[in-house]
């Protein structure tokens, strides 16, 4: 699809005018209300760099190893490796947002790619949210209820809910794809209405409180039964504690202010009434912090692996197992490139014997013989 009209895009330092929007869904609200997109630009690139730079290869490394363990059986990596692809897919897109905001908000890639890359960015949040909980209410079974759990809990299961996951989250925000988006621009605030209203209220209390609910739930739970337990270390009791109080931490700081931005939004649209300018007002004073805590969701792709799978003693000793692989054999090889660079020169030299050259020994690459890894422990002790 042609890209859209340079006209219709943001230049300079200015506010955007209220541009109509044909809408395919009845009941939408037809114009977007002024906001000033200068006073979220620098912190928004900033982050977004930042989670794009970290975040891509700690993703990588978190999905290699979650695949390594979910090979042998383990059933919390499965969801960790979900959740690293997911985290991935949608770290893809960060630069193409990076760009938009770069450009003062002018979108020229086209409608479609807009709307694949807002697809991808809103799915993302609600997919690592359930992801989450699924982590959490796993690792909740493996430690409440150890023994009682150990013949449930299979790898198919957790396998099923994953796909049940993505084709959930999926289809909810389809539509999308059939919404018209302001020209120029990339799905930004509409002006709130009764439908708008009820679908923030409705993600609020779906998408986040419901959730927050169980992750709270379940890693008090753990915490409980890790401080009644007399089979574990003092250092591994430590270390679950600080986990479960992370990931509870991790969420409300990642998730929480945009949900609740979206709960301030939707209330004020019925304390305001019919008062569209009073309405319009609010909205161009809640834009800026609504987008900031809405870029704030991102640095869950950064969390997660740091939290999950980094900070285990299993990871530590993986990765480091890997860096100690392939400084050997950087050594090796250019042990090897000296040795046969020397020889060389004795096979050309005109007291050199043919029986003195020696042939290197041939270079096993890191990785042609792994070593087996261990088993990911699932109560992080």
């Known amino acids: 699809m042609p890209g859209l009209p340079p006209s219709f895009c943001l230049i300079g330092n200015a506010t955007p005018v209220t541009t109509p929007v044909p809408q395919t869904a009845p009941g939408l609200s037809s114009e977007s209300c002024n906001a000033s997109f200068e006073d979220s630009r620098v912190i928004l690139v900033v982050v977004y760099s930042v989670v794009c730079t970290l975040g891509l290869p700690a993703n990588c490394l978190t999905a290699w190893l979650t ?15 979900c959740l690293s692809l997911c985290e991935l897919l949608y770290i893809s897109t960060l630069p193409l947002w990076i760009i938009y905001v770069q450009n003062q908000h002018c979108w020229t890639l086209g409608e479609r790619a807009c709307k694949v ?37 299979h790898q198919k299961t957790a396998v099923f809910i994953s796909v049940c996951i993505f084709i959930l989250v999926g289809l909810v925000y389809y539509p999308v794809f059939d919404m018209d988006v302001m020209s120029g621009t990339c799905f930004e605030p509409q002006r709130m209405d009764n439908r708008i209203a009820a679908y923030h209220y409705t993600r609020f209390t779906i998408g986040f409180a419901v959730p927050l609910s169980i992750i709270t739930f379940t890693n008090h739970r753990i915490f409980r039964s890790i401080e009644l337990s007399v089979g574990l270390t003092a250092t591994q009791k430590s270390k679950v504690k600080h986990s479960a109080i992370a990931v509870v931490i991790i969420f409300l700081v990642c998730f929480a202010p945009y949900h609740v931005v979206l709960l301030i939004r939707a209330s004020a649209f019925f304390f305001y009434g019919g008062d569209k300018d009073a309405l319009c007002a609010f909205e161009r004073r809640v834009y800026t912090v609504s987008a900031v805590f809405l870029c704030l969701c991102t640095v869950n792709s950064v969390a997660d692996p740091i939290i999950y799978v980094l900070a285990t003693d299993h990871s530590r000793q993986e990765v480091s197992r890997i860096h100690k692989g392939w400084k050997k054999w950087s050594l090796k090889t250019e042990v090897t490139k000296l040795t046969h660079s020397k020889d060389s020169e004795e096979i050309h030299s005109p007291t050199a014997h043919a029986n003195d050259y020696t042939f290197p020994r041939p270079i096993h690459p890191p990785g042609s013989k792994p070593a087996t890894p261990g088993r990911l422990i699932e109560e992080s002790c």
């Open 67 to 81: 695949l390594l363990q979910a090979l042998q059986g383990n059933v919390l990596s499965v969801y960790l490796f």
């Open 117 to 153: 890359t807002a697809y991808i960015f809103f799915c993302n949040i609600y997919i690592s949210i359930l992801f989450l909980c699924c982590i959490s209410c796993d690792r909740f079974m493996a430690v409440v209820y150890a023994l009682e759990s150990r013949g449930h809990r």
